[in-house]
């Protein structure tokens, strides 16, 4: 319960229409200050000022990433309840709601355009960039074992890049396949599978961020170095979701938060890290739990990168706690 003064000021925070676009946007997944300033074509203060509203009254969670900052909805409260009560009496045929929701989509395929481009032109020496801050025999010897020996049917990797995990993880599957959007990856990829011999594994060309749920039914779903890639995680662990059947469940390998903002400029990563804090949030929100996450410190002493191993399963069959 809340006082009636807390209730006012929730209901003048999201009482603007320009506010109630911006909940709308974020009901559709995480974004940066930069993305919604050019999705509603206002300046960075305007836009900002409104953030700002919208969390002080709880309405909106703010998490800084280096230069950077994104915004969600929040996961819960009088002022999450709210956001989700307005947004589903937003009608999605109005104009400018339209309007939004396609430059929304504008954004995200630039964002996509400029991977591409970035995975194009490292396809070939991307396992050399892989190594250079992670231990990655450590987690990949982890990530083998997060599966106990066991042989599942069907084992999806997304965003497979190289084809590295389906190598990796090719004595836990019948059958492997690997999506990814860069031709040059899959190209290397499949070179690969056919010189380690792997005829059980695939690779296809497929875009991450937009599914197509009949590849699954799976047993496991992997995303490895994935996620920062883009905006918004919250949405890619949904559509990862999707894939799974009853009692699948999901391992993603990825950066524990930092600081390192020439990833971001320099080797497309959209999000500087991922906090146990947000992979919850996430996880929840897809209907996940997150049984288990191990972290791999970096042996380079200024610099480097903390890896986090995440286990999630369905959250209905899973019973263990978090880590």
Known sequence: MAGLGEIVGVLKAAGESTRLRLLALLADGDHSVKDLTEILDQSQPRVSRHLKLLADAGLVQRYAEGAWAYYRLSPAGQGADLARWLIA?????????????????????????????????????????????????????????????????????????????????????????????????????????????????????????ALDAGVGPADIVVLHQVLHYFDDPGRMLAQARRLLKPGGEIIIVDFAPHS????????????????????????????????????????????????????????????????
Request: hydrophobic share 45%.
């Open 89 to 209: 009496r937003v009608d999605p045929a109005a104009p400018e709601r339209r309007a939004d929701r396609a430059r929304q989509a504008a954004v995200r395929t630039q964002q996509q355009a400029e991977a591409a481009a970035y995975f194009a032109q490292v396809a070939q020496s991307w396992d050399l960039l892989k190594t250079l801050h992670v231990p990655e025999a450590a987690v990949e010897a982890a990530v083998l074992g997060t599966l106990a020996g066991r042989t599942v049917d069907l084992l999806i990797d997304l965003g497979t890049g190289t084809g590295r995990m389906l190598e990796v993880l090719a004595p836990a599957f019948r059958r492997g396949i690997g999506i990814d959007s860069s031709r040059e990856m899959l190209a290397v990829a499949r070179a690969r599978l056919v010189e380690a011999g792997l005829n059980k594994a695939e690779v296809r060309l497929g875009d991450i961020g």
């Open 260 to 323: 390192l903002e020439f990833l971001r400029t320099e080797h497309a990563h959209r999000r500087l890290g991922l906090s146990r804090e947000q992979m919850s949030g996430w996880a929840a929100a897809a209907g996940l739990h997150v049984r288990s996450v191990r972290d791999f410190p970096s042996d380079i002493e200024d610099g480097g990168l903390t890896v986090c191993l995440w286990y999630l399963g369905d959250r209905e069959t899973m019973d263990a706690p978090d880590a």
